[in-house]
């Protein structure tokens, strides 16, 4: 089955404890990338990537960092966390660049941080 | 710049009337996309439609349809006799030709079916 996963699904965790939260897609796209999704905001992107080992800031990138070793998996980490970063996080993966593509959205990771 | 426009933060409708959702977007590009997207209470996004700025044909599918009008740079969603199982979040959303993939998604509205 075509998917995109993340982990964990849930965490809550306290300012300045780095964690990562993993993506991982079975479908062999080349573009993947990271939002946040905020009450009255909706969602914004942080991080994306063109294809292995090439990666650019989106529109909310600070406190964050990315990277992309394996066409497979993104995963995103935050050095520090603050609470700001309180948030629902969704990865995404497509075929390629352009707004032709649809976009295939793992099940979202809800992070809360104390 | 580019943006997206959801006005309606949240609707309340009665099962089987018919509810507009309503999307207005800005992009100086002339080859776009619009996307719509279903959020139901469990969190996922569901994709709906996507539509590309040459083909302004309204879509129906099912109860579902589509206008978009590029004279008013609006892309409205309608439901046809809705469902409690059509309470959820919708957002709108634009991707731009030479944005890498990015979308652009509109704040959501958040539409509640009472049965």
């Known amino acids: 089955e075509a998917q995109v996963t993340q982990n964990p699904r849930y965490l809550i965790t306290v300012t300045g404890k780095k964690l990562t939260v993993t993506c991982s897609q079975n479908?062999?796209?080349?573009?993947m990338s990271w939002y946040r999704q905020d009450p009255g905001l909706g969602l914004r992107q942080i991080y994306y990537?063109?294809?292995?080992?090439?990666?650019d800031k989106g529109d909310v990138p600070e406190g964050y960092k990315v990277s992309r070793k394996e066409k497979r998996n993104f995963p995103l980490i935050l050095e520090s966390p603050s609470p700001n970063q309180t948030s629902l996080y969704f990865c995404?993966?497509?075929?390629?660049?352009?707004?032709?593509?649809?976009?295939?959205f793992g099940p979202g990771t809800r992070l809360t941080v104390t | 710049a580019q943006k997206v426009t959801q006005a309606q933060t949240e609707i309340s409708v009665v099962e089987k009337e018919d509810v507009t959702l309503d999307c207005v977007y800005e992009?100086?590009?002339?080859?776009?996309?619009l996307f719509w997207y279903k959020q139901p209470p469990s969190g996922e996004l569901v994709f709906l439609i996507r539509?590309?700025?040459?083909?302004?044909q309204n879509e129906i599918s099912g109860r579902y349809s589509w206008n978009f009008q590029k004279s008013t740079s609006s892309f409205n969603f309608t439901i046809t006799a809705s469902q409690v199982v059509d309470s959820a979040v919708y957002f709108c959303?634009?991707?731009?030709?030479?944005?890498?993939?990015?979308?652009?998604f509109g704040q959501g509205t958040e539409l509640s079916v009472k049965p």
């Open positions: 539509r590309n700025s040459f083909d302004e």
């Open positions: 992009t100086r590009d002339t080859t776009y996309y």
């Open positions: 990537s063109m294809n292995v080992e090439v990666t």
């Open positions: 479908m062999n796209h080349e573009y």
């Open positions: 995404a993966s497509c075929i390629g660049r352009g707004g032709p593509y649809e976009q295939y």
């Open positions: 959303a634009l991707s731009e030709d030479n944005q890498g993939g990015k979308l652009i």
